[in-house]
């Protein structure tokens, strides 16, 4: 069994990262700037929560955090474009602090595709990946598409206006959070030289068809309005890049996991807001 440090172990996917690896016997610690109430459905039983903010953390706090620790899975996120410096930062502050300790290796959340995308964020996550993949410590880049929870709750976030921006031409490839979550604790015995590595769901479809099974599972009501696909992200979804045809990995899909997890409510509203599963509130992707 190995000490793992999980950073961003209290977010959407570090917080199923962390049960994971759990259940699997690993010893786990987890830093974010808060730590989660007892309460929280993210928070994990018997693992050593700490708070620690990686922009200001001095080297002496992370080495800390870093103490008796064999590998590091970096599950972070910044949701804002500011926030987003946080990859960057964050991935130095590890690799300097992880360079001076026991660290084998360092396991990296990331998004498919991002290295071929000129999208603000993606760029910030390929800036992410090249520090670490620069760093003396053997890296395993984990790169997934979209999870179920962030699609609900973009389509939640859109249908309150009454209007689901689509397109019939944008493809996604949605994935089970539980299902990558072993995935990247599989990594976690990798022992090679550094690898980047990509999975997608086991079901594709357009934006325009996920949104309909929505609208349909949930019984919201909204026009799905198609958009020309502009800007970074028209040119991120028009390219394909997004997808991994040939890497398709979990069994569950969109409609499976909407019946799982929310299962259908007798509208009482055409405009109350649906229940976002898993306690997750909606951020941009
Ligand atoms: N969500 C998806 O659909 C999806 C799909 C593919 C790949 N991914 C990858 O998964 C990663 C995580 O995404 P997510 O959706 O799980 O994000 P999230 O829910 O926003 O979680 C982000 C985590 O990072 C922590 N964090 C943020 N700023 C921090 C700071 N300055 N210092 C320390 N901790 C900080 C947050 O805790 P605090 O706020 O308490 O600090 C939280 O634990 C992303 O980078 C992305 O590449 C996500």
Redesign the pocket.
Known sequence: MASILV?????????VVVRAARARGHEVR??????PASSSPRFVPDVDYR???????TQHQLGENLQGVDIVI??????SHV?QA??R??AAQITDAAAQSSVSRIVV????G?DQSDFAYYEA?TD?EAVYLDSAVPTTVV?????F???WSIAQSAARFRVIPTSERAQLQ??D?AE?AEVIVDAVGDAGPDEIRSYGGPEIASVRALSQQWLAHTGRRAVLVPVPLVFAIGRYLRSGVNIVPESRRGRTTWQEWMNRTAPPQVPTSTCGPSPAPNG?EP?A?
């Open positions: 950073v961003g172990g209290t977010g959407l996917v570090g917080s987890s830093i974010s700037r808060e730590i708070a620690c903010d990686l922009y200001h953390a970096d599950c972070l996120n910044g949701v926030a946080v990859f930062v964050g959340v990331s998004d498919v991002c996550k992410q790169r997934f598409t979209v999870v929870e962030q699609l949605p994935i959070v990558i997750h951020s992707a």
